[in-house]
């Protein structure tokens, strides 16, 4: 894959800045799947999760890992999440494979990937657009990225609110001059032509 120059695909994929339809693959009854979803169910934000179960190890890995991102690509999840929580090195093994690696790599859409332990690294975690250490790592940055998102547009917001009143008070006052001009001018030009008619 190196030599093939396409680790770093995946990576260079557009992720959008507001991502709340979720791919998730993982397995329902472990740990790291209730883990993601308590912590995405406990934020303020409205995600939609769309889970698509997985063997987390074991021969039927790369048939289900790579089956479904067939699934959630083909539905347009704004990202993707492969999770799993620690085990064995052995255990872990499964996911260094080079056809689940081929096909994050060539995926339309961003795979992130939270597999294992902190110390733990494996083929999929240089290949995704984003590793991260734990399970529950991939949910808090999910929801960081969006509050980063929208403190962002709360600045643009007070920003352009202020920029509006500013102008809004330029304008009012030069109005006002304007409108102190005519009556000026008329009042002048009324006072001419009293002027002549006496």
């Known amino acids: ?3 093939e120059g396409i680790l770093k695909k995946n990576a260079q994929v557009y992720l959008p800045a507001a991502a709340l339809k979720i791919g998730l693959i993982s397995s329902k009854d472990s740990a790291a799947y209730h883990d993601f979803v308590k912590t995405l169910f406990d934020s303020k934000y409205s995600f939609k999760i769309i889970f698509a179960e997985a063997s987390m190890q074991g021969e039927k890995t790369e048939r289900d890992v790579i ?3 067939d699934l959630l690509e083909k539905i347009n999840a704004d990202i993707i999440c492969i999770i799993r929580g620690g085990g064995s090195q052995a255990d872990l093994a499964w996911f260094d494979n080079e056809n689940i690696a081929r096909r994050v790599i060539n995926c339309s859409a961003p795979i992130w990937v939270g597999i294992g332990h902190e110390i733990d690294v494996g083929v999929l975690d240089v290949v995704a657009h984003s590793a991260h250490k734990t399970p529950t790592a991939v949910a808090e940055t999910l929801i960081t990225r969006l ?3 929208s403190a962002s547009i709360e600045v ?3 920003r352009m609110k202020h920029n509006t ?3 809004i008070a330029l304008q009012e006052s030069s109005l006002q001059r304007n409108v102190q001009a005519i009556i000026n001018g008329l009042k002048n030009y009324f006072t001419l032509v009293e002027n002549k008619i006496k």
């Open 156 to 158: 643009a917001h007070d």
């Open 147 to 149: 509050d980063e998102l």
């Open 1 to 3: 894959l190196t030599k």
């Open 67 to 69: 089956s479904a991102i």
């Open 165 to 167: 009143e500013r102008m």
